[in-house]
């Protein structure tokens, strides 16, 4: 089963399509200019296009000639959304945390003086 959770987060475990999908949330680009910074291959670079368009984080837009590409932020803010149940869930934890270590540096303070 490949649900929209599943591409996304396959498509973000690599690096370089990190660096690219980085790239393009400054706006749109071509092929070439996304290849620039990295030491591959044209074709290296189309297969990690390829592995974002399939997940939906890239659309290739076709303008005269030029096939720029661009950032789909529908599938990271669905991530992100999945992801927010558990920063609550540890945000929590992280608070009672930190009132627990708060009453006992209390109750260490009182010992001493």
């Known amino acids: 089963m490949d649900d929209g959770l599943t591409s996304t987060f396959a498509a973000l475990a ?3 399509r990190r660096a690219i999908l980085a790239r393009l949330a400054l706006g749109p680009a071509t092929v070439n200019e996304l290849a620039e910074p990295f030491a591959t291959t044209l074709p290296t670079v189309s297969r990690h296009l ?3 368009e ?3 984080l890239v659309v290739k837009e076709r303008t ?3 096939r720029p590409c661009r ?3 529908a599938p990271l803010e669905a ?3 999945w992801i927010a149940q558990y920063r609550a869930f540890f945000g929590e ?3 009672r945390l930190d009132a627990q270590l708060k009453t006992m540096m209390a109750k260490k303070a009182k010992e001493g003086e």
């Open 14 to 16: 690599d690096p370089t």
């Open 50 to 52: 390829k592995v974002l």
């Open 54 to 56: 399939e997940a939906g």
């Open 64 to 66: 005269a000639q030029f």
């Open 71 to 73: 950032l789909e932020v």
């Open 79 to 81: 991530a992100d959304a």
């Open 93 to 95: 934890r992280f608070d």
